[in-house]
């Protein structure tokens, strides 16, 4: 009931102040208040916004106090107490209590200083020193003697402390109740009738202190008096005040002051101790102090950050009892023996690699417990950092970014903050922050290589794997993980998908269809590299694909054809010398490189030392002169290979006749007809015949004209060899050594002992280069006289005319004629024409 009624009496008498000087605000409030009671609104006192207090991180921070005996209600700006707050130990015996604090918010930063100051309850009662105070009075004692008491002490302040003492009724002694100049009271036994030692050796009395708090409180404490004979003296100190100045880190056992005091006594009643007052507990272990010489030394180490001043209360006492007191003050000298604090107060980490220069990132408080120039403080970090220390508001610091941060470049800061303060020597403290970088997206991927180049071989197998592309991207998690894809083109017409794929994680690049050399020999394609960060970025590479080409294609044989419905047959003639040119075997390959150059080989032969082939150029000519004893017909068997692995090759027949003339030959003139054409020869024939007689009769008559005329000469050419250019496909171009015709040689190849039909064509020119100089026929004079004036009498229908053809369906042979007119030469050509 007692605690109840002092709180609410504290409750009645609180008293909120709110003022501003120095921008200060103060709080006035009783001790002994529940944790959580509300001391008072100060988001309303200093006009701050209730509802940013808790983004603004707002917060208590303790200024040179080690404890925190407030906090603030961040949803209603309260300022609510923390913890038992106790008047008595937090101040002791000063006037006024006061408790400095600092509200601090962030973003902005800000800086509110307010102050506590408690008010005393009446939660001590008085108590005395001792249990019984002994008094030895000698009986001589005159009336008016006063002894003075041990005052009664209680940690109360003001009102509360001890206001009046009372002394229980006797015959001999009242009390005498007197005031300091500091406004302490102390009390004196005063003799109101004289002790007579024969009626009453002791006398005890009942002294009582009482405060004024309401309700008052009390303490008591016994007197005993023993009656003796007279001491009237009591001892008299040197000082009433002794002051010595000490500094804090003074070691054990120094000697702080020497008290002195005398009594005129004698003997017994003149020998005087030493003691202490009233002391609080902690003042009790500091010190030490000696009954019989007065001498006070350092017991344990005090810290003036704890305690500037301190004050001793010293008693004399003689034996008998008589007593007198003075003060000893002692003021404590600081010395720089704290370092720097530093405290982190805020720090936001990780810090974006794009933030902008003058970035705020944390909040530093530096703090030192000295006083003077042992309490001032600089604060710095190293320099090698991005970041500096920018003062703000008293011992506040900001740490902020002085340049771009790139984590690629480095990821973690460790920042050492070194505080030292002023004091000789100085004294400093550091203290480590660790800062990381996140990652912003700001690296595209880049490739290894600036292009890639892929070689596949033809034929390939859809699905396998021709090269691998690989892109790297710095940045972190997502930011740095590269996805891959084929941009979208066109390759001959086609997407590029339908010729590629690509594995979007590792960058393998596929082959979806399998292919051709001879239809597509290479084609680009470009490959995207795009990382997951957002905004992505990307980057692309050109990825060049060669086909390799591969042995698939046989050589195809052009000249002989390879039709085995039919057979090429060549005239060569019986005056062919070695090294002549026979005929050509024409033939390619699709293939390319190694793979197209073909060779030429006679596999099988009639007369196997007559001919031979050239291994590179197809080219058939004779090894030796032809003689009689050769065989007339002559088959040669000719392989044309590649140079691929494995080697491809291809076969073709060769059919010569060694003749001047069909006519010669027995076999071609006993050939029967087919019964479906006979009667179409028969008609053909007669016709043939007569124009061939009037044309044969006119000749006759202008050669009898003209017989004196200048004869030109008669070439003959049978026994030519003509490969007719309708061979050569129009898709295969002319390469030397691959196997195609050379542009040197003019072919034109007669059917002529085929079948039992033959066709016949126009030549459309004829390359007299094609005859050897030895295969060349020899001009004979008669037939130079027979053409000899021609030219000045045939005119140009009988140009014409002479045109027309002489075919011999049955012998199925050609007949040249050149003729000397106003042109050089004029070749006639007539061959056997198919009848269907």
């Not at 709180?7 to 501003?20: D, S, W």
């Not at 609104?41 to 917060?59: F, H, P, W, Y």
């Not at 390619?588 to 150029?617: C, E, M, R």
């Not at 060694?658 to 008609?683: C, G, Q, R």
Request: hydrophobic share 35%; with cysteine.
């Amino acid at each position: 009931m007692f605690c109840i009624a002092a709180e609410m009496f504290g409750l009645l008498f609180f008293v909120l102040m709110a003022h501003t000087a120095y921008g200060d605000v103060s709080y006035s409030f009783p001790e002994e208040m529940k944790r959580g009671s509300v001391i008072g609104n100060i988001a309303k006192d200093l006009g701050l916004d209730v509802n940013r207090l808790s983004s603004r991180k707002a917060r208590i921070d303790t200024e040179g106090n080690r404890k925190r005996y407030c906090d603030i209600n961040l949803n209603t700006g309260e300022l609510t107490v923390a913890e038992r707050i106790d008047r008595e130990e937090i101040c002791g015996k000063k006037a006024s209590c006061v408790i400095k604090q600092e509200l601090v918010l962030e973003n902005p930063l800000e800086l509110h200083r307010f102050i506590l100051n408690v008010e005393d309850i009446n939660d001590n009662s008085p108590q005395f020193k001792q249990n019984v105070i002994q008094f030895e009075i000698q009986e001589s004692a005159d009336k008016g003697s006063r002894y003075l008491l041990d005052e009664a002490h209680d940690a109360d302040i003001g009102m509360n402390s001890v206001q009046t003492y009372t002394l229980q009724n006797n015959d001999h002694f009242i009390l005498s109740v007197l005031t300091e100049a500091n406004g302490g009271k102390y009390e004196e036994l005063v003799i109101n009738k004289e002790l007579d030692r024969e009626q009453q050796k002791e006398v005890t009395l009942i002294l009582t202190a009482v405060d004024g708090g309401t309700p008052p409180r009390s303490g008591t404490v016994a007197i005993h008096v023993t009656v003796l004979d007279a001491n009237d003296n009591a001892p008299v100190f040197s000082q009433a005040v002794y002051k010595v100045s000490l500094p804090e880190n003074s070691p054990l056992d120094t000697v702080v002051v020497t008290v002195s005091a005398t009594d005129a006594d004698e003997g017994q009643n003149g020998e005087v101790t030493y003691e202490f007052g009233h002391l609080p507990e902690s003042h009790l272990e500091m010190f030490f102090l000696d009954a019989v010489s007065g001498e006070i030394k350092l017991r344990r180490f005090f810290d003036y950050e704890e305690e500037s001043s301190i004050e001793l209360p010293i008693q004399a006492k003689d034996g008998q009892g008589l007593a007198s007191r003075c003060t000893v003050v002692i003021d404590v000298i600081d010395v720089n023996d704290n370092s720097p604090k530093i405290v982190i107060s805020s720090l936001n980490s990780p810090v974006p690699e794009n933030a902008l220069p003058g970035t705020e990132v944390g909040i530093i408080n530096v703090q030192d417990r000295d006083s003077e120039n042992n309490g001032q403080v600089r604060c710095s970090i190293q320099q090698n950092v991005p970041f500096k220390l920018v003062p703000s508001i008293k011992n506040y610091y900001s740490l902020v970014t002085t340049g771009e941060l790139d984590r690629e470049l480095l990821s973690d800061y460790n920042i050492t903050i070194t505080a030292t303060d002023e004091g000789s020597p100085p004294l400093s403290s550091t203290k480590n922050i660790h800062l990381t970088v996140s990652d912003v997206n700001d690296n595209p991927p880049v490739f290894e290589e600036q292009n890639y180049r892929a070689h596949v071989q033809e034929n390939n197998t859809p699905g396998s794997s021709i090269c691998s592309v690989s892109a790297t991207d710095p940045d972190w998690r997502q930011n740095g993980t590269v996805v891959y894809s084929l941009l979208s083109s066109d390759v001959n017409g086609a997407p590029a998908s339908s010729f590629l794929s690509i594995n979007g994680d590792t960058g393998v690049i596929h082959a979806v269809r399998s292919f051709d050399y001879e239809q597509l020999k290479s084609f680009k394609v470009l490959v995207l590299a795009r990382d997951n960060g957002s905004p992505p970025l990307s980057s692309n590479v050109t990825v060049s694909v060669f086909i390799s080409d591969e042995n698939d294609n046989s050589p195809q044989i052009l000249y002989p054809s390879p039709d085995g419905n039919s057979f090429m047959t060549e005239m060569v003639p019986k005056a062919a010398q070695a090294r002549s040119l026979v005929s050509k075997v024409i033939a390619v390959d699709a293939d390319s490189g190694q793979n197209a150059w073909l060779s030429y080989h006679i596999i099988k032969a009639t007369d196997p030392g007559l001919f031979t082939i050239g291994v590179h150029s197809g080219e058939i000519r004779t090894q030796r002169d032809i003689s009689e004893s050769d065989s007339m017909k002559q088959n040669l068997i000719v392989s044309v290979r590649d140079n691929g692995q494995p080697t491809l090759s291809a076969t073709c027949a060769l059919y010569l006749l060694i003749s001047d003339n069909l006519a010669e030959v027995p076999e071609l003139k006993d050939m029967s007809h087919d019964e479906s054409s006979s009667k179409l020869t028969f008609y053909l024939i007669i016709a043939l015949v007569s124009v061939s007689t009037f044309f044969l009769t006119f000749i006759i008559i202008i050669l009898a004209v003209r017989f004196c005329r200048r004869r030109k000469p008669r070439l003959l050419f049978d026994g030519a060899v003509a490969i007719p250019s309708a061979y050569l496909p129009p898709n295969y171009a002319e390469v030397e050594g691959a196997g195609t015709l050379r542009s040197a040689y003019n072919y034109d190849a007669y059917l002529t002992t085929g079948s039992r039909t033959s066709d016949f064509k126009f030549v459309r020119s004829y390359n007299e280069g094609t005859l050897t100089a030895d295969l060349t026929l020899k001009k004979t004079q008669s037939a130079v006289d027979d053409f000899e004036g021609l030219d000045a009498e045939i005119n140009d229908s009988f140009q014409v005319g002479l045109t027309k053809y002489l075919c011999f369906n049955g012998l199925g042979f050609h007949i040249k004629c050149v003729f000397a007119f106003k042109v050089d030469r004029c070749e006639w050509q007539h061959a056997l024409k198919k009848i269907t």
